[in-house]
């Protein structure tokens, strides 16, 4: 620690140096990892009235994990409906990611090797414009859409494809096609990115030997933007899981995401801490799967970025 | 000329398909803040109306979020930026070992939801406050403050990655040389680096700008009992789906849509090839210049703020409620004559549908009404079916 801030005074000066270590750790310390470490603390504690914390009562307990486990119930039931929220939660924001991936690679592809100039510029910023649009808006958007007077409903029944309109709502459908809608930019540029500085030569080669173009996609251009593709995946998927926006106004009213629980345990509930616990048992999930499925495909975290 | 192999058509296609997918929605969105039913929808069309947005301009709740957004926003460059700048720096300076576990630490805000960092920056500050015996009203305890802290935490890291794209390219003689011709460190940082990475600041503000305003899941915890411009839009979303929701999207799109015309342009402006087109012909180059097509674009909008003000369609409107009314009492008329068979009124009336539809929220006129007969549109009580 002393012989790093020694060399950063060499190399920055006394003013510039202590400039640097004070904005680190001011974020590093106050803002990431102390608010993480006291919701840590938080979630093994009993919901007390403030006036009791600090009291004898105030101790450590597996209370608010045991009742994500088990309900409310003392028997040792599951409790399966909170268990099923998160299998469900999880399972959607793959999809979604999965559902991202598929659509964005050919798009990310035609950028990067055939648009050149200005008018990949100009596809770029046609990317970037609809990401500027307030996510809450952007979920608005797709609720006219899907409602049973939306614009998808009225072409169906005017084509004749339904007769009665679809509740789009209900089933989830909006909800998804929001959520991917939402995340589509933070796929697509890493993916451009790792695809971009790709010899063009590679593929030509591949051709050359023979290759169809679905070889050439698997054997040569996937391999080699993997790094850009396990970065998109792994930013979707934890917006995704983490969303709350989108599944505020989309989800159908029987059908909630994980992130409402929580939200509900710290508003209407007024529990924080078993907000705490169940907000720690999706950050640990979502953490655990994304460095699963790392470990699977052989790519390192240092390699993440936009 | 050779005629085009039709799979050479298809990325084109898939483009076209993919654009629509983006902007479809949107464009949607856009229509409905002109027609005058009072749920949002493109069909039935009633009357091009402008009045959603004069619904606005009315809404104090929304107009004061907005107020604090912006507050937040100001807060949030002005502490996310020197961090990002700090932490991009740091980086580039520390040996490979620290750099990446550093570089996990940085980018590990941008992976947690905000759902997660909201949570933490409010237990977080409460414990504090709670430690210092502070008074409710101290900034621990204000949504404007916490908020801004919760936002810097991944914000930060946003503009981090922005620093980080542009140090990398830096070329450290500079300093070097700056430091054997006789500068202190200190001045070699402010007078070498920091210009360096001036248009990265410039960017790097833009971003965090943006990012505060739009932030909902971690804001939604800090706020506490006040609100934001987000905030306040979500609840407007959630409590009663409205065409005035779609008015502040327009403007919303065209706010983007003029800062995204105006910066390709400057991009365009400012490339060597137009440089060569515009030397001789003056006329063009005050035409084309970025600062020509901001007045343009200025003009236009106050054209709009204008005819958006101006534009009266209360006529429509009243012809429209009284087709209504008339269609309502014939509905009306036909079933007492048809009472004992009881039967489902007339063929315009549609089939109830699913009623979870768009209920969402109480003040939406009729989940059921595909068509504007339906006696809901009135906004009178009517009587029901049978």
Known sequence: ?306 | MKMKSPTALIPGLYLTLFFAYLFGPLIIMVITAFNSSTFPRVSPWECFTTDWFGKLASDDKLLSGLGNSLLIGVGVVCVAIPIGLAAAITLSQVGPKLRAALYTIFIAPILVPGVVIGLSTLIFWDRIGTLFNAPYESFFYDGTFLTIFGQVTFIAAYSMLVFLSRIQRFDTTLTEAALDMGATPTQAFVKVLLPFMAPAIGSATVLAFLASLENYNTTVFTIVSSSTFTTVLSSKVRYGLDPSISAVAVIIIAITLIGAIIYECRNRYYTKGWAHVIAERPALKIATHPGTVAVILGALTLAAVLFIQNHDSSVCTAQVLEEKRALQQQLMEQQSINTPQQAVPAPTMPNLGPLGGDEGGGSAPSPFGNNIFSPENLGTSAPEGN
């Open chain 1, 1 to 306: 620690m002393r012989d790093l801030f020694y060399d950063l005074v060499r190399r920055n000066g006394m003013a510039v140096s202590i400039y640097l270590m004070l904005a680190v750790s001011l974020w590093v310390f106050i803002l990431i990892i102390l608010p993480q470490l006291t919701m840590l603390d938080y979630s093994f504690r009993f919901n007390l009235p403030p006036a009791k914390i600090g009291g004898p009562e105030d101790v450590y307990t597996l209370e608010q994990y045991r009742y994500f486990f088990q309900g409310s119930g003392a028997s040792d039931g599951l409790n399966t409906l909170d268990i099923g929220i998160l299998f469900k939660t999880l399972l959607a924001a793959v999809f979604v990611t999965v559902f991202d991936l598929i659509i964005c690679y050919p798009v990310a592809f035609v950028l990067a090797k055939s648009s050149t100039g200005a008018k990949a510029r100009l596809l770029v910023l046609a990317l970037i414009v609809p990401y500027w649009i307030n996510e809450i808006l952007r979920a608005f958007a797709f609720r006219i859409l899907f409602g049973a007077t939306g614009v998808i409903n009225e072409t169906g029944m005017g084509l004749g494809l339904w007769d009665t309109p679809i509740d789009f709502i209900r089933q989830d459908v909006a909800l998804y096609a929001g959520l991917a809608y939402a995340y589509i930019l933070l796929m697509i540029f890493p993916l451009y990115n790792a695809i971009e500085s790709l010899d063009r030569n590679q593929i030509e080669a591949a051709r050359d030997m023979g290759a169809n173009w679905w070889q050439v996609h698997a054997k040569v251009v996937i391999p080699y933007a993997k790094p850009g593709i396990a970065s998109g995946m792994t930013m979707v998927f934890m917006l995704t899981s983490g969303a709350l926006a989108a599944p505020q106004i989309l989800g159908g009213p029987s059908n909630l995401w994980f992130t409402q629980l929580v939200y509900q345990w710290f508003n209407s509930g007024g529990n924080w801490p078993r907000g705490s616990a169940y907000a720690m048992v999706l950050l640990i999930v979502c953490i655990a799967l994304v460095l699963l499925v790392m470990r699977l495909f052989k790519v390192s975290i240092g390699e993440i970025k936009q």
